[in-house]
């Protein structure tokens, strides 16, 4: 609702042109009644408003990361519905703090530690310099209803129990944790942001490729191959959720080792090492 009555405010003096899109996942009884009043209270304050309505599939990849992926797509298709330049969304620095230590729980890498990036694509957030504290203080400030989601308490969602730690952290230590992840995310970020170009600019000779020179890959500097080579077998097929940091490691390690082997994939497909070539192909039982 901050980001919302900023908007409202840019878009009443002419500055910006705004649709407001609230998205109700459906997850629980309320959302509709919630959703239809943050509509209403937008257009109360001179933005056109809609509600788009999603239906979740937690799937393979869970609730969370399904309702993650139905909003982006829904928020999307409203941005190119109405011609707008720009989604925004209204993610804090606290929010940056529990995507970073989410990223630690799972022993991820750069890209991961960097977080959330101001400005990605079509999408921007722009109160990831303020913490859900503040945020919530100047809706509180100015009159503003706020509706707090029964789900953030849940702790059956492995954020939300991050965040609970999070806010132990801080006051056992003493210590400004969310600030400092933060932090974290940007200058991993730089430093992600730089390596994923050299991952690119090599990798587009192989993407797609079956049969690959081994010395395109030895070629590379170690934080670039792990790169390329993931995204070499995505390009593939091999889904890329299935795709950990260890089964990229071995495969890693036989490049460099030079040694003839292969190594199993999912879906029933492999990767062969020759002393000249890295081959894809399908395993031998289903052929």
Known sequence: MALLHAVA?????????????????????????VADRVAATSESWGVPAE???VSIDAGEEGLEAAARTARYAALETARVEAGADWILTAHTRSDQAE??????MRGSGTRSLAGMSPVSGHLMRPLLGLD???TEASCTAQGIEIWNDPMNDDTAFTRVRARQLLAGLETELGQPITANLARTADLCRADADFIDDRAEAAGQRIRGAASVPVEDFTALDDAVLSRVV?????SLGVPGQNLGAKRVAELCALIRDRKRGRLSLPGDTEVVISDSHAVFQLAAKAR
């Not at 995507?99 to 630690?104: E, H, K, P, Q, W």
């Not at 993931?230 to 995505?234: A, F």
């Open 230 to 234: 993931r995204d070499w077998m995505i």
């Open 9 to 33: 405010f840019l878009h009443r003096r002419g500055e910006i042109r705004a649709r407001a899109v609230t998205v109700d996942h459906g997850l629980q009884t309320v959302t509709a009644e």
């Open 99 to 104: 995507t970073v230590l989410l990223g630690l």
């Open 51 to 53: 509600v788009a309505t």
């Open 132 to 134: 859900r504290d503040q």
